[in-house]
Structure formats: C-alpha cells, structure tokens
C-alpha cells in the first residue's frame, strides 16, 4: 500500500567511518551520566560508491548506483556489534523529518506529498551505518507535482543534520547491549563552533565528530534520542530540519529469557 510522505532533501561533503568500539569518544561526558557513547573504529569501506542519478516520476523513484551491489551483505557484519538486516545492503531514504525508508532495489514506489521537500538518498551498510564518502549520496531540495513527479530540483545550499539510526525495533541482546547512532551532515563540519547535542532520554551529550557511535545503557521498553546540531554557545543552529526526534524500542529475546 502506498504511503504519503513529506520530503526534505540534503546535501553536502562527507567522510566515511564505521561500527566497532574505540578507546576514545569525541564528546564531553560526566561521571554521571546513565548512558555512554563509544566512537566506533572504520568499517569496511566503499570509496568508489555511487549513486549516479535519480529521479522520481508517476510515484517512482529510480536510481543508478555503481561500485555497490544492493542486496549484498557487507563483508564485516558479522563481526559488528550492530543490529543487521539480512537482506543486505540498501539505500536510505530520508523524506523530511521522517524516519529513513530502507530500499533494496534501484526502484520502488514512493509516494510524496505534492509540494516543496528535502530528500536525502545516501548507501547503507548491511548493517545501516551510512556511507559517507562524497559520492555515496544524492540530496536536493524538490518540488513535487500532483501527477507525483520532480517538477523542480535544486541542490542544498543550508548546513543540515539528518538523523539515520537508531529507529523502530530492536530484540535480543546482541541488538540492544550496543545500539548505533548514526547521522548525516550537509554542509558542514563539526567543529569548535559547530556541535551536535544528543539528548538520549533527556541526558545530554556533545559530539564532536562525524561518525557512528554505540550508545549502551539503554533501558528496555521505549528510549528517546533528539540531535540537535548546535553553535559553539550550545544554542541549536537555524537551519532546517532542526531539531530532530526519533523514539525507539529495544525488547528482549522470548527466546532468551525463557
């Protein structure tokens, strides 16, 4: 069934990192925090990655996408402390504020709202760490018409943060132990006076890095993340898409615990 949605698009420079646990963290902390957040060490990396182009027509998208086989798992998953999706690599699909949409094949239906939107395409591991090279991605500010087509495009020009992971369900230990938090940024780059606040459950981290990081001591039932990309006196930058909330599940295993 198809579903409507409203679209944001983004864009930007990128770099690319990965999804197992490091010594260092880029962020401030304190001794009391409930929560603790852990830069991961690089993943496998795709740096010939490419989305080529794509367009969105009659409610379809259609992309190219060269050096990356869809579908695929990727070669490290199993040695990540991450939740996985067996049916492999995919594409992000960002339409505004909303959660991702995960797309294994080059096309598929979408429909939007007719109108202005962000929208953000950007390749995935298998196990939805982002790829952040510069050419893994395609973002654009779009107007869509009422036959659910591009009737205009334009590249992004605003500093944005787009929120990728964590969302919906997580079951099992293995997947909610050490849970990624995985983002976007658009024409930007994280600095002295350009930071990203986390609020996991109203606790407050700084992040000074782009990269992905476990967060562990989540408790089970539903958890709340809000990234907010902020200046150098913690003050949330205006831009759009600013800020963002996801709220999450993490559930043990009935298998487990019987």
Excluded at 2 to 21: A, D, E, Q, V
Excluded at 112 to 135: A, D, M, Q, T, V
């Amino acid at each position: 069934m198809k579903t409507r949605n409203y679209i944001y698009i983004l864009m930007g420079s990128l770099m690319g990192l990965s999804c197992s646990p490091s010594n260092e963290t880029n962020m401030e902390e304190t001794s009391s925090n409930k929560y603790t957040l852990t830069a991961f060490d690089p993943s496998a990396s795709f740096p010939e990655a490419k989305i080529n182009q794509y367009g969105y027509e009659n409610g379809k998208f259609t992309y190219e996408v060269e050096n990356y086989i869809l579908g695929e798992q990727t070669s490290d998953a199993e040695l990540k402390m991450c939740a996985n999706s067996g049916s492999g690599q995919h594409i992000h699909l960002i339409i505004d504020t909303l959660p991702y949409i995960a797309k294994y094949e080059t096309e598929f239906e979408q429909i939007i709202e007719p109108g202005e939107h962000f929208i953000l395409s950007f390749l995935s591991r298998s196990y939805h760490e982002s790829i952040k090279s510069p050419n893994a991605f395609k973002a654009e500010k779009v107007t869509v018409s009422e036959s659910d087509s591009f009737e205009a495009r334009e590249d992004i020009s605003e500093p944005m943060l787009f929120y990728s992971r964590p969302k919906g369900t997580y079951i099992g230990v293995q997947e909610t132990e050490k849970v990624m938090l995985d983002f976007y940024l658009l024409n930007t780059r994280l600095s002295e006076n350009v930071k990203i606040e986390a609020k996991i459950n109203g606790e407050s981290h700084l992040i000074e890095e782009w990269q992905p990081y476990y967060v562990e001591g989540l408790p089970l039932g539903e958890n709340t993340i809000t990234l907010t990309l902020v200046d150098g006196e913690g003050n949330a930058i205006d831009t759009p898409l600013n800020p963002v909330t996801r709220t999450f599940t993490l559930k043990e295993d009935p298998a487990q615990s019987n």
